[in-house]
């Protein structure tokens, strides 16, 4: 049996983030598990403090390569959330998987033994089929707010609103069915097989709420003054 850690959300290069030192918490984690599975929104390219986008994007791959080092004789399993899914980023980010091989990119979900992982902007409200389509197309056009847009949003961000509004989107188990009817659509047998599901995006974590047959878990995020949850899994 193989171990795992699924960590969302890091948004890094945020001045609002704080993924660097929570990945130096969990140092010693990183350093046995077998498989690392980063579950949407690794970067922040939006409000990233690097002055343009193509300094974030070799910030990201630079930062990729180190992981790919560290990691190297297991796997890192990267899928692409909202704020990481920038056309140009996805195309050099996997373009440099077929050169690292523990990298490998996924635009949707993955399954590791019984456990399921998705990036989670399925779960915002009124999210269908179609519009969560139109959604990742307009964020893979996306572009950066700059160093003061990053700087001002931190600001606006410290004071807990950020918070407050994603508790008050994400209810947990409202969130959970959303989920569900997303992958109902998307892959209507993904139960059969499926113990756990992991999910990131909403910054609300929590840890084995039960629907349909299969216990759901959120990873939070990086984000100051929300809660970080990395988890184990086995497969």
């Not at 290069?13 to 949407?40: A, C, M, W, Y």
């Not at 690794?42 to 994007?57: C, H, K, L, N, V």
């Not at 373009?95 to 490998?104: A, F, K």
Request: aromatic share 12%; hydrophobic share 35%; proline share 5%.
């Amino acid at each position: 049996m193989r171990q795992g850690l699924v960590i969302s959300d890091l948004h890094l290069f945020s001045p609002r983030s704080n993924g660097e030192d929570q990945l130096r918490r969990i140092k010693r984690h990183l350093e046995r598990i077998d498989t690392l599975v980063l579950n949407g929104d690794t970067f922040d390219f939006r409000w990233s403090m690097y002055p343009s986008e193509g300094a974030s994007i070799r910030a990201a791959l630079l930062w990729l390569e180190r992981l790919s080092v560290q990691f190297d004789g297991r796997r890192v399993h990267y899928i692409f959330g909202n704020h990481d899914r920038l056309r140009t980023f996805r195309s050099q980010a996997e373009d440099l998987g077929r050169m690292c091989r523990p990298l490998n990119f996924h635009s949707e979900t993955i399954r590791l033994g019984h456990s399921l992982f998705l990036p989670g902007d399925c779960a915002s409200p009124q999210m269908s089929g179609e519009r969560l389509a139109a959604h990742r197309d307009a964020w893979s056009r996306d572009r950066p707010c700059g160093p003061i847009g990053s700087g001002l949003y931190a600001i606006a961000a410290s004071t807990g609103v950020g918070k407050l509004f994603s508790q008050q989107q994400f209810p947990r188990g409202v969130t959970v069915r959303r989920v569900s009817r997303h992958l109902d659509g998307f892959s209507p047998d993904w139960r059969v097989g499926t113990v756990d599901c992991f999910f990131g995006h909403t910054h609300v974590p929590f840890s084995n709420h039960v629907e349909g047959g299969v216990r759901f878990h959120n990873t939070g995020s990086a984000i100051r003054g929300m809660g970080f949850k990395p988890l184990f899994f086995e497969y």
